[in-house]
T-cell receptor
Framework: GENVEQHPSTLSVQEGDSAVIKCTYSDSASNYFPWYKQELGKRPQLIIDIRSNVGEKKDQRIAVTLNKTAKHFSLHITETQPEDSAVYFCAATTRNSGNTPLVFGKGTRLSVIA | DSGVTQTPKHLITATGQRVTLRCSPRSGDLSVYWYQQSLDQGLQFLIQYYNGEERAKGNILERFSAQQFPDLHSELNLSSLELGDSALYFC????????????FGPGTRLTVT
């Protein structure tokens, strides 16, 4: 089955700097890669996702890149703000005839230092 | 607010007991997924239902079971509880078989003492 590795496990950046979180996946059939943000004690919230037919997607200060050949994808946050501090999870899944569950990485705890 | 609701928010119970967690998906969503999140751990997929039928199973213990009812709400039953079952339990829903996005509920925090 699918296995998703996520690095780093913790990341501290100065406010205004960029943050990059990287994930690799094992199943070449995976074709959907969402990123979730989870604040302490709260539910995971979908912040951006990418499908395998595109290499990059951007939404304001957040971007995700996908390299299908290397089987890795990354989350880029620019101009970080204190409210970006949270745990970020990457995930991967394969679109079949039915929904398939998400396989999550173990998360990256991002701290933005003011 | 994702539109997914879960009850109760918190649950404290003793080892050996049985509890039921409830999830109501977003209006119109047919799929429900259950995930377990232990302290400092990622999200582990437990089980998925689609329109009342079990669709996929993850690392769900035999002591755990779930079902989805005709009104599409779902219940996760945890029995013979152990200390290690203490965790956040999330459900998520998505609209159709071919839909990618999953929307998470607020979770139920289970504490087994």
């Amino acid at each position: 089955g699918e296995n998703v590795e996520q690095h780093p496990s913790t990341l501290s950046v100065q406010e205004g700097d960029s943050a990059v979180i990287k994930c690799t996946y094992s199943d070449s059939a995976s074709n959907y890669f969402p990123w979730y943000k989870q604040e302490l004690g709260k539910r995971p919230q979908l912040i951006i996702d990418i499908r395998s037919n595109v290499g990059e997607k951007k939404d304001q200060r957040i971007a995700v890149t996908l390299n299908k050949t290397a089987k890795h994808f990354s989350l880029h946050i620019t101009e970080t703000q204190p409210e970006d501090s949270a745990v970020y999870f990457c995930a991967a899944t394969t679109r079949n005839s039915g929904n398939t569950p998400l396989v999550f990485g173990k998360g990256t705890r991002l701290s933005v230092i003011a | 607010d994702s539109g997914v609701t879960q009850t109760p928010k918190h649950l404290i119970t003793a080892t050996g007991q049985r509890v039921t967690l409830r999830c109501s998906p977003r209006s119109g969503d047919l799929s429900v997924y259950w995930y377990q999140q232990s302290l400092d751990q990622g999200l582990q997929f437990l089980i998925q239902y689609y329109n009342g039928e079990e669709r996929a199973k993850g690392n769900i213990l035999e002591r755990f079971s779930a079902q989805q009812f005709p009104d599409l709400h779902s219940e996760l039953n945890l029995s013979s509880l152990e200390l290690g079952d203490s965790a956040l339990y999330f459900c998520a829903s998505s609209p159709r078989q071919s839909s990618y996005e999953q929307y998470f509920g607020p979770g139920t925090r289970l504490t087994v003492t």
